[in-house]
């Protein structure tokens, strides 16, 4: 039996969609990748439900990662990056603009699982039903890994709608009524719609520029503390590997301070954006490093501290100054050796002998050698024209600024404080 013809690509004979058309549409999708990570980003801290708040980290980077392949393409289809950035100004930005102003976590959960995400899966499987799959062959692969991502976005979505408040009520029927009126005005995700003129459009949910919110969220049955104050004994060898399984829980904190950071630091290359949309969900994933790792142990996350501090000494600064105090105050001042994130790892390969934790301290250590990368290409080489000098001084402003924060509570609130300069200690 000869094997199939084309590599097994079928529908060889089928016309399809032009070079134009097909950039046309990846321009769009290319759009629709950025604002969802833009939106993802800037709703991530206020957001209270913790599944949630972690599902943001995830799915802003895969929207990064998927604006670049987007980007990409298009170049490669005679295009130019103005048919990814011209749709600011336009009716598809109107969309992402009033999503944002979601008012709690059922909106924006409403906005992303029941209206953007199934709208741009319909959209992609309607480019598979139309290009050519032979010619257009290098975007049909893009477009099934960008599908597979969608499908595991929307499966969790769907459980989230059924569990939040208020996600199924009059109110949020209304409000995805609201978002897909503005979705379909714009043509919907891929323009393949005609455009609805403005006047037919329920009013604006957004007055002026959205601002994000100063404080972290939490739900309430966490619970919360402003200082960070270790709940664990690091004198005896069970209360120190808990402190390092609560440490590392608390790290959703770095995740909301990347997402704010993201969120805020204005004409970016794509290549930053794309990294610290990593390291937000690098910080999501220590996070539930922690929490697994406190479950393994019988201990709930809502039964120890969830601190929410790190709002209050950074979210008051630009956003390249709170950059500084994590890529380079903190996570650049915790790899000397001895001591520092080998020596953690080290500690639970050795002393603690955990196999669960010296896995998580492995690749905990992994993921920010490359934040420190992160803040020294778009810190130092970029933001301060490789001044490292200024970048450290101004990483050391934050150092100062965070214990004067802290010395308006109690002084247990000291022992955490970040030390500059001194290998080894976790500021986190």
């Known amino acids: 039996m000869n094997p199939e013809p084309y ?38 801290s206020s957001t209270a439900n913790w599944n949630l708040k972690a599902m943001l980290g995830r ?17 490669e289809m005679r295009g130019h990056a103005h ?8 009716k598809l930005g109107d969309f992402f603009t009033e999503m944002l102003w979601a008012r709690d976590d059922a909106e ?10 199934p709208a741009c899966r319909i959209a992609l499987e309607r480019y598979m039903a139309e290009t050519n799959s032979l010619v257009d ?22 459980g989230v709608l059924t569990t939040l408040d208020g996600a199924s009520s009059r109110a949020g029927n209304a409000w ?23 006047f037919e459009l329920p009013p604006t949910r957004s007055q002026g520029e959205w601002a994000m919110p100063l404080e972290f ?27 390092k399984m609560w440490v590392r829980s608390q790290e959703m904190t770095a995740a909301e301070l990347c997402a704010s950071v993201l969120f805020e630091w204005e004409e970016l290359p794509y290549e930053g954006y794309v990294d610290l949309a990593r390291h937000c969900w690098d910080e999501v994933r220590h996070s539930l490093f922690g929490q697994a790792a406190l479950e393994s142990e019988y201990i709930p996350l809502e039964s120890v501290p969830n601190w929410v501090g790190y709002a209050g000494h950074t979210m008051p600064y630009p956003p390249q100054k709170r950059y500084s105090h994590l890529a380079i105050a903190t996570e650049a001042n915790a790899m000397g050796y001895p001591g520092g994130k080998r020596g953690e790892w080290e500690w639970c390969r050795d002393k603690a002998q955990h196999p669960l934790m010296t896995t998580y301290q492995d690749f905990d250590w992994a993921d920010e050698v490359n934040h420190v990368g992160f803040g020294r290409e ?29 010395a308006q509570y109690d002084n247990t609130a000291s022992a955490a404080q970040p030390v500059p300069h001194q290998p080894g200690k976790d500021g986190y």
């Open 378 to 406: 778009w810190l130092v080489q970029y933001y301060l024209k490789g001044n490292r000098n200024l970048a450290q001084a101004l990483a050391d402003e934050t150092t100062r600024e965070r214990s004067a924060f802290y």
């Open 217 to 243: 969220a939490r739900e309430s049955h966490f619970n919360t503390t402003i200082p960070k104050v270790n709940p664990y004994d690091e004198g005896n060898p069970e209360g120190a590997l808990h402190s």
């Open 7 to 44: 590599t097994g690509i079928t529908d060889v004979a089928r016309v399809g969609l032009s070079v134009d058309e097909c950039a046309r549409r990846m321009g769009r999708f290319g759009f629709f990748s950025r604002q969802l990570m833009w939106v993802q980003a800037g709703k991530m």
């Open 108 to 117: 924006l959960a409403i906005g992303l699982y029941a209206v953007a995400l």
């Open 83 to 90: 048919l990814i950035d011209g749709h600011h100004d336009g």
């Open 59 to 75: 799915q802003l980077w895969e929207s990064a990662v998927h604006w670049g392949g987007w980007r990409d393409r298009v170049k």
């Open 137 to 158: 062959a290098p975007s049909v692969r893009l477009v099934k890994h960008v599908l597979l991502d969608l499908e595991a976005d929307i499966e969790f979505g769907h």
């Open 176 to 198: 995805r009524a609201h978002l897909q009126a503005y979705l379909d005005a714009a043509g919907g995700v891929d323009g393949t719609a005609p455009e609805q003129p403005s």
